[in-house]
């Protein structure tokens, strides 16, 4: 397994989403998850041949795959190994899947207030 680190407006611009996707698309188990710090994300990649984590990795520090591009491009440490335990794919799913939900509800309600409020602003011209 390997490691790295992306510090930089790295959070809510659809890093993670679009990491996990990529790694799909080299043939790895990639799981990004966002520190506490609320300035970076860690990226894990657990499982692949040592030519696709370093192409995976070389593609993601060359090319800002955010979905969100604003600002300055992050930047990447180095790929180092991961000392850590073994992740949970189980519980790391359920967890981002949850969060990910929970955005959306909160967007879905956000834009429901902004609707209602024009509907009545327009009957009450």
Do not use: C, H
């Not at 799981?31 to 970076?40: A, F, T």
């Not at 335990?85 to 969060?99: G, V």
């Amino acid at each position: 397994m390997k490691i790295f680190t992306m510090s930089g407006e790295v959070q809510e611009r659809g890093l993670r989403m679009q990491l996990i996707n990529l790694g799909f698309k080299y043939g790895l188990r990639v799981y990004p998850r966002n520190i506490e710090d609320g300035k970076n994300v860690e990226v894990i990649i657990v499982n692949g041949g040592s030519k696709e984590m370093k192409d995976f990795y070389e593609f993601v520090r060359d090319n800002d795959v955010r979905l969100s591009r604003t600002g300055s491009m992050y930047i990447l440490n180095s790929l180092t190994e991961y000392k850590g335990p073994p992740p949970d794919w189980t519980q790391l799913t359920l967890e981002f899947i949850l969060e990910q939900l929970a955005k959306g509800a909160y967007e879905y309600f956000q834009i429901k207030k902004l609707l209602e409020k024009l509907v009545e602003d327009k009957q009450n011209t």
